[in-house]
T-cell receptor, first 116, second 113 residues
Framework: GAGVSQSPRYKVAKRGQDVALRCDPI?????LFWYQQALGQGPEFLTY????????KSGLPSDRFFAERPEGSVSTLKIQRTQQEDSAVYLC??????????????FGPGTRLTVT | EDKVVQSPLSLVVHEGDTVTLNCSYE??????LLWYKQEKKAPTFLFML????IEKKSGRLSSILDKKELSSILNITATQTGDSAIYLC?????????????FGQGTTLQVKP
């Protein structure tokens, strides 16, 4: 079916505002990842879900970042009280395999967040 | 600290040239090495290499994993302008049992007509 989709594609927020970024993974994919990609850098891991369980949130940079996947499909990444350093592209990826194995991840187009 | 390093960071070639992109890694619990192509949208999966599959080829693209040297190369022959993109190398990390990917900073390839 369709690939991974993300919305919005672009988001401009004023410093201090809260934002919510949405990811629709490929239907039936068990694993879902969030990555943060700063300008000119490779993506960096933020958090991992296996179905609805958040098994790894070691990459979340601060307690202002929160992610959920309540029904094991759509996921939302929320950033509270945005700061300029949060400006980046936020990528979502999904896979039909469970964590810990060697497998490819399929990425969405990302949400470009600019904090002014 | 686990890390993945790519070189060169940027490269400009002309159509028809052959290019070699490099990726080296220091990852304690290596599971796999993956190559992605990133244009102005989603990173697109190219190859995955593991202990059991250390060489892959698809059309003009090929990749080799050297587990002894902890490195990989991505070769593109007879380059075309459509090959212009950022090429990302990532290593699958098995230490946390999530299979998260550790990415290099990418190589930006520009192919001129």
């Amino acid at each position: 079916g369709a690939g991974v989709s993300q919305s919005p594609r672009y988001k401009v927020a004023k410093r201090g505002q809260d934002v919510a970024l949405r990811c629709d993974p490929i239907s039936g994919h068990v694993s879902l990842f969030w990555y943060q990609q700063a300008l000119g850098q490779g993506p960096e891991f933020l958090t991992y879900f296996q179905n609805e369980a958040q098994l790894d949130k070691s990459g979340l940079p601060s307690d202002r970042f929160f992610a959920e996947r309540p029904e094991g499909s759509v996921s939302t990444l929320k950033i509270q009280r945005t700061q300029q350093e949060d400006s980046a592209v936020y990528l979502c990826a999904s896979s039909d395999r469970r964590g810990g194995m060697a497998y490819e991840q399929y990425f969405g187009p990302g949400t470009r967040l600019t904090v002014t | 600290e686990d890390k993945v390093v790519q070189s060169p960071l940027s490269l400009v070639v002309h159509e028809g040239d052959t290019v070699t992109l490099n990726c080296s890694y220091e990852v304690t619990n290596f599971r796999s090495l993956l190559w992605y192509k990133q244009e102005k949208k989603a990173p697109t999966f190219l190859f995955m290499l593991t202990s059991s599959g250390i060489e892959k080829k698809s059309g003009r693209l090929s990749s080799i994993l050297d587990k002894k040297e902890l490195s990989s190369i991505l070769n593109i022959t007879a380059t075309q302008t459509g090959d212009s993109a950022i090429y990302l190398c990532a290593v699958g990390d098995g230490s946390s049992n999530t299979g998260k990917l550790i990415f290099g900073q990418g190589t930006t390839l520009q192919v001129k007509p």
